[in-house]
C-alpha cells in the first residue's frame, strides 16, 4: 500500500458534501414559490378582534402597502418572531395587519397585552377557513401585499431579522416607490 | 419540578458521557487499568439518567403538563393515553431523547455482555460510544432542551399531530432509532480496531452480532414506517422517496453490505479496511439522516419543526464525527494490508461485487436526495428528483444484486469454479425461468416486468433450496431431520433472509405490475366495479372518537354475488388542529388487499371515493419481517454464547504475544 493518499478520498469526498450541506443551511428550501405569489390575495371579511361587532376586508387597505401575519396565542414561534414586528410598527413602515388564526378571543387579547400590539388590528379566524384559502400550513405565516391587493411575498414560519431586513424592508420600499 | 429533575439528570448524564468520553480513552491509550475500568461503570450511570429524564418527561406528558412547552406543544388534555406517551417522541425535542436513550440503552447492553472482551478493546468502545453521546446530549441541552417551561402555562396542548395518533407510529420511531443508533456500537468497534492497530478477525467477530441486531431493528422500524405510510397516508402508496424515507434506507443499504463484508472479514480475514469504511459510512449515514431531517436542509412531508441553528450543530458533530474517523482511517488503515488471499470467481468476489452495488444504490439514493440541495447551493435552481430516477437505479443496480444472492452462497471460498456453479445451479435456473415466464398469465395479463422480478424472486428461492440441499448432502449423519439440525442457526438465518428479500420481490412486482385503481364519484347505493370485485357505497353516518369527529362510510364488497367484506372508510376532523384526516379502510388478504378511502362530497350524499385492488402488497412487509428473523437466527447462533469465551481468551492470547514480539 504504497499509495497512502488514495486512503484519503473517502475523506475528500465527505469534506465535499459538507461543504454542500453547509450552504445548503444558508438556503432556505421553505422558500417554495408559493403559487400565491403574483395572485390577488383571496378576499376576505372577518370580524375583527377587539370589535368583533367591525368587520375588516381587504378593500379597507386597497392603495396601500401591507404586511398580513398570520398568528395565534397557542403557537410559540409568534412570539418569537412578535418583537420584530413590534418594532417595525414603531418605525411605521408598513400597516401590518393581524390574520388571529383558530384561536379564543379573550386568550388572543390577553397575548397582545402581554406581548404587545404590533397590528393596526387584527381580525379573528376562529375556524381557520381563510387560513385555508390562503394556503397556511404553519403559524406563524406572513404576506406582503401591494397597492393593487397581489401577494408578493409569502414567508412560512417565523420571520426572522434577516429575512426582515434582507427581503421583506426592500420589498416594501420599492412596492412603495412603484405606483 | 419533574421536569426540572428531568433536565437535572440529563446535565449528570452529560458529565458521565464526558468521563466516559475521555478516560478510558486516555486510559487504553497510556494502558492504565484504573481509568480504562470507568467506561462500564459510566456507561451504566449514564443509562440510568438518560432513563430518569425520559420518564420525567413521559410523566409529564401523562399528566398533561402544558407548563412544559415541549408538552404543550405535541399534546392535549383529550389524546388518548397510549398517544400521550408515544407524544414523547412525536416532535424534534423529544425524537432526540429517544436518540439518546436508545444510545445509552445500546452503550449499556455493550458494558453489560462484553466480559470476554479485553479491558483495552471494551474502554475504546465505550469511549468511542461516550463521545458521540456527549454531542448528542450538548444538542439536545443547549438547543432543544424538550424541559423548557412555557410561562405562563398554556391552558391546553396544540395536540399532537393527528398524522402520528396511530399504533403503527407509537412503534416505528423507537423501532428506527433502535436500528440507526445501533451502527454507533459498529462504528464504535471499528474506531476501538483502528486505534488500537488490531484490525483483524476477532474484530470482525465482536462486531457481527451487534451490527446484525441493529440491521435487524432497522429493516422492522423501516417496514413499520412504509406500512405506516400505507395505510395512514390514505394514498395506498408504501414508498415515496422522500429525503427523510431515504435517510432510513441509506443506512440500510450501507448495513446491509456492512453486515456481508463483516462475515468475509471474519471467516477469512480479507476486506478489512473497507469492512471499517463501511461501519464509518453506516453510522455517517445514520447522522447524516438526522441532520437532513433536524435541519431543515431538505423539504420533506415529514416537515417537523426545523431550524437552521440545530443545523449547525448537527453539521459541526457530522464533521468532527465523522472527519475525524475518515483522517483515521486514512491514517490507519493503509498499513493493515489486505488479508487472505482470493481468486476472481470465489464467494469473496461474489460478496464483494454485491458489496459493492450495495454502496453504489445508497450513493445513488444519496445523489438522488441531495441533488436538489445541489443544485441550489450552485445557485442552478430548485427542483426535486422524484420516484423515476430512484426505480431505475434501483432496477439497474439491484437486478445484478438479487442474481449474485442466489450465486455466492453456494460458491466456494478462495476459489470457486464457474462450469461447476453452473452443473449445481443449473435446474434452480430452468424452474426459475420457466415459472417466471408462465406465472404473470394467471394474472390475466402478461408484462416483461412482471416476469422479469418474479424470476429473480424465485431464483433467490430455488437457488436457496439447492445450496440448502447441496449442503445437506455434505453433511454427515443418519437422517434427514439430523443433518437439518447439524446446520448453524446464522446459516439459516442467511437462508430466511434471503428468502424474505424474494418475498419482498414478489410484493413489488405484483403490486407494481397488476394493483388497479379507480377514483369515482358515489352516491349512496352506487356500485362501482374493480379487478373483479363489486364495492357498492350503503351509506354515511356521523361518528365521535375521544378527540375527532368523522363520518364514517360504509361499503360492502362482493365478488361474483358472494360478499367478501363491508369496509368502513372514514374521514376525520381532529378537534384541534382542526386538520381533516383520511382514515381507509384495508382489506387485507394474503394475495391482495382491498383499499377503499373516502375523498370530498361532492352534494346530494355522493363522494368521491377511491377504490384500489393491491394485490401481493403485504408480502412487502412480510419479507421485511421474515428479513428481520433471519437476522434474529443469526444473532441467536450458538457460536456467539458458547465459543465466544473460549476463542477470545485464544484470541487474547494470540494478540498478546503478537504485541510482545
Known sequence: ?179 | MIPELGQFALALALILALTQGTLPLVGAARGMPSWMNLARPAAQGQFVFVAIAFGCLTYSFINNDFSVLYVASNSNSALPLQYRIAGVWGGHEGSLLLWVLMLSLWTMAVSVFSSHLPDDIIARVLGVLGLISVGFLSFMLFTSNPFDRLLPAAMDGRDLNPLLQDPGMVLHPPMLYMGYVGFSVAFAFAISALLSGRLDATWARWSRPWTTTAWMFLTLGIALGSWWAYYELGWGGWWFWDPVENASFMPWLMGTALIHSLAVTEKRGAFKSWTVLLAIFAFALSLLGTFLVRSGVITSVHAFATDPKRGIFILAFLVIVIGGSLALFAWRAHRVGLGGHFEVVSRETFLLTNNVLLVVAAGAVLLGTLYPLFLDALGLGKLSVGPPYFEIVFVVLMAPALFLMGVGPLARWKQASLPELAVRLKWAFVVSVVTALLLPLTMGQWTPLASFGLLLALWIVASSVTTLWSRLKQTPGASLSKKLRAQSRSYYGMLLAHVGVAVFVVGVTMVKSYEAEKDVRLAIGDTVELGGYAFRFDGLNEVKGPNYTAVRGTLTVTRGGAGVATMYPEKRIYNVQKNAMTEAAINTGFTRDLYVSLGEPVGDNAWVVRVQVKPFVDWIWGGCVLMALGGLLAVLDRRYRVAARARTREDALAAGAAAAS
Open chain 1, 1 to 179: 500500500m504504497k499509495r497512502w493518499q488514495w486512503w484519503l478520498l473517502p475523506l475528500g469526498i465527505f469534506l465535499v458534501l459538507v461543504v454542500f450541506l453547509g450552504v445548503g443551511l444558508t438556503l432556505n428550501p421553505r422558500e417554495v414559490p408559493s403559487p400565491l405569489i403574483g395572485k390577488p390575495a383571496p378576499p376576505f371579511e372577518l370580524p375583527q378582534l377587539h370589535e368583533p361587532q367591525k368587520t375588516f376586508s381587504q378593500k379597507d387597505v386597497a392603495g396601500k402597502v401591507w404586511l398580513l401575519n398570520v398568528w395565534a396565542s397557542w403557537c410559540a414561534p409568534c412570539r418569537e418572531e412578535h418583537p420584530l414586528w413590534v418594532e417595525l410598527a414603531k418605525a411605521n413602515v408598513a400597516p401590518i395587519y393581524g390574520l388571529n388564526y383558530k384561536d379564543k378571543r379573550a386568550d388572543s387579547i390577553a397575548w397582545l397585552q402581554r406581548y404587545g400590539n404590533p397590528y393596526v388590528l387584527s381580525v379573528s379566524d376562529s375556524q381557520g377557513r381563510i387560513g385555508i384559502d390562503y394556503g397556511v400550513y404553519g403559524v406563524p405565516e406572513t404576506y406582503v401585499i401591494d397597492k393593487r391587493g397581489v401577494i408578493r411575498f409569502k414567508q412560512i414560519g417565523p420571520v426572522t431579522p434577516t429575512v426582515l431586513k434582507e427581503k421583506i424592508l426592500p420589498l416594501i420600499a420599492k412596492l412603495n416607490e412603484n405606483t
